[in-house]
């Protein structure tokens, strides 16, 4: 493998239903152009010692947290996120202040130095953290301020048919690969049971 280099646009979709029974995605839509990004996962180990030697190791993991830095991000995609009101007469977002409980899946690509290729990522079940915003006086330099979007993965509740489990993230390497028609992987809400439709003819 190689290191890494360069990063797609962030992809978002509504998850309207993920339950027992059901994963219904809506739309994929983008979410942002997007300048880093970075993942992070809870997890902890300890050993367990017995006649005084260590008998075994216990691994645990959690959420992964998903930092990313992105250009302003859009009225429509803000309210979009946290469920607030855009007026249709002067486009205005108006907040009721009223926190939403709304679940989104995410899809975005990781690019590898040279001919390595790339690495795509779908996170079937996030919540995505309203962005801090700020800005800064014009001067003589060049620098700007954007965005950072905090999401968090968990698991999905929904066990897919095609593993019988369910979900945090599905990740696939375009290298070697042709088993995989990835110019569709931004087209619909990549989970396992819908990576049968990603295979290549």
């Known amino acids: 493998m190689a290191d890494f280099i360069g990063v797609s646009d962030i992809h978002f979709w509504r998850v309207t ?3 027992d029974t059901s994963y219904t995605a809506g739309e994929v839509k983008v979410l942002s152009r997007t300048g880093t ?3 992070t996962t809870e997890q902890s180990q300890s050993t367990k010692y017995y006649s005084n030697v260590p ?4 691994n645990s993991k959690g959420a992964t947290t998903i930092t990313a830095e992105v250009e302003g991000l859009a009225l429509e995609v803000l309210a979009e996120l946290h469920g607030t009101t855009i ?12 926190a939403k409980n709304l679940a989104f899946g995410i899809s975005f690509r990781a690019d590898f130095v040279g001919e390595a ?3 795509y990522y779908s996170f079937p079940n996030v919540v995505i953290s309203i962005p801090d915003e700020g800005t800064k006086t014009k001067d003589d330099s060049t ?9 968090t ?11 019988g489990k369910p979900c945090k993230v599905i990740e696939i390497d375009t ?11 931004f087209k619909q809400a990549v989970t396992p049971d819908s990576l049968e439709e990603l295979k290549a003819a």
């Open 17 to 19: 239903e993920d339950s």
């Open 37 to 39: 990004i970075s993942q």
């Open 55 to 58: 008998a075994y190791a216990v």
């Open 87 to 98: 007026d249709p007469d002067t486009g205005a977002l108006i907040d009721d202040g009223e």
């Open 117 to 119: 290729g790339s690495r």
């Open 143 to 151: 620098d700007t301020l954007n965005q950072s979007l905090t999401i």
């Open 153 to 163: 993965a968990i698991s999905t509740r929904h066990k897919f048919t095609a593993t």
């Open 175 to 185: 290298d070697g690969n042709d088993n995989v028609n990835f110019a569709n992987w």
